[in-house]
């Protein structure tokens, strides 16, 4: 079976931080760029960071540009999205998806999801 599994969410203060991890079995993260969305109750999902496959291009929604950081580890078949100063903005479930042609575009499409891990940011 393919699979992603997101990990690494919880409840954490204004200005506290996170790492989500996006574990892939089944098949090598390698091939694929992979994303970054989030989605708040009520509203609609949203891109928030993707890295590409081989040259390893990062981009990042404004929202978030210079707080989280993607990153992988091809050999631990994982991506990971470090999160500082969160914000409680940032509250939403968080998940990864791949993409097979290995780029990340505006018309990039993702045919894989993981399942989402919570992140809450409140007082």
């Known amino acids: 079976q393919v699979q992603l599994a997101e990990s690494g969410g919880g409840l954490v203060q204004p200005g506290g931080s996170l790492r989500l991890s996006c574990a892939a079995s089944?098949?090598?993260?390698?091939?694929?760029?992979i994303g970054w969305f989030r989605q708040a109750p009520g509203k609609e999902r949203e891109g928030v960071s993707c890295i590409g496959s081989s040259d390893g291009r990062t981009s990042y929604a404004d929202s978030v540009k210079g707080r989280f950081t993607i990153s992988r580890d091809n050999a631990k078949n994982t991506v990971y999205l470090q999160m500082d100063s969160l914000k409680p903005e940032d509250t939403a479930v968080y998940y990864c998806?791949?993409?097979?042609?290995?780029?990340?575009?505006?018309?990039?499409?993702?045919?894989?999801w993981g399942q989402g891990t919570q992140v809450t940011v409140s007082s």
């Open positions: 089944g098949f090598s993260l390698d091939y694929y760029a």
């Open positions: 998806a791949t993409d097979a042609s290995g780029v990340c575009s505006s018309h990039s499409f993702f045919g894989s």
